[in-house]
């Protein structure tokens, strides 16, 4: 079966830091691209970040482009994002989720989708 | 950027009903349309992807249909569980990929 579980979330200051990690299983994680996804509180879903099996190529939306980084271990089976600068509109529920990159052999639909952590930026 | 429009932004429909939720692209996206289902507390989950391909696991109640810019997800029988939020979703220009706003079918 596979699964995603995301863990890192929290209250942080504006303008401060926070790492989001996402563990996987049940696929070879290597093999597909990851995105993560958020939800602000009461609105729809917002695509933030994805990055290739490899590692080697990542994409961010412009809203969070030189603040957040989209990264993965694939020896970890392990996505992360790493999130600086932090600001009140980044306060939202974060989900990883395979897929998002609609290229060669990947998809660019999300299945699945892990249950979500919540980053909360305020003084 | 293409933006995606979903209509209706709440939709009223009775257990046994259909139900039918559409969503416009701003341009064309082709079939590279997905749709997915959210109930509160919980994850998204994929229903459609490439405008009419069930997932898998998903009950054949649910059907996509549609192509260029125009798309529909008809539900042909409603459940009690399927009252949700659903989205649609395209996958064919990015960065970034984008979803529409969102249907809330309720009771």
């Known amino acids: 079966e596979v699964q995603l579980l995301e863990s890192g979330g929290g209250l942080v200051q504006p303008g401060g830091s926070l790492r989001l990690s996402c563990a996987a299983s049940?696929?070879?994680?290597?093999?597909?691209?990851m995105s993560w996804v958020r939800q602000a509180p009461g609105k729809g879903l917002e695509w933030v970040s994805a990055?290739?099996?490899?590692?080697?190529?990542?994409y961010y939306a412009d809203s969070v482009k030189g603040r957040l980084t989209i990264s993965r271990d694939n020896s970890k089976n392990t996505l992360y994002l790493q999130m600086n600068s932090l600001r009140a509109e980044d306060k939202a529920v974060y989900y990883c989720?395979?897929?998002?990159?609609?290229?060669?052999?990947?998809?660019?639909?999300?299945?699945?989708w892990g249950q979500g952590t919540l980053v909360t930026v305020s003084s | 950027e293409i933006v995606m429009t979903q209509s209706p932004a709440t939709l009223s429909v009775s257990p046994g009903e259909r139900a039918t939720l559409s969503c416009r692209a701003s341009?064309?996206?082709?079939?590279?349309l997905a749709w997915y289902q959210q109930k509160p507390g919980q994850a998204p989950r994929v229903l459609i992807y490439?405008?009419?391909t069930r997932a898998t696991g998903i009950p054949a109640r649910f059907s996509g249909s549609g192509s260029g810019t125009e798309f529909t997800l008809t539900i042909s029988s409603l459940q009690s569980e399927d009252f949700a939020v659903y989205y649609c979703?395209?996958?064919?220009?990015?960065?970034?990929?984008?979803f529409g706003q969102g249907t809330r079918l309720e009771i």
């Open positions: 989720a395979k897929g998002g990159l609609h290229s060669g052999s990947y998809r660019g639909w999300f299945d699945p």
């Open positions: 990055i290739s099996g490899s590692g080697g190529s990542t």
């Open positions: 341009q064309s996206v082709s079939s590279n």
């Open positions: 490439g405008a009419s």
């Open positions: 049940g696929f070879t994680f290597s093999s597909y691209a």
């Open positions: 979703q395209q996958y064919n220009n990015w960065p970034p990929v984008t």
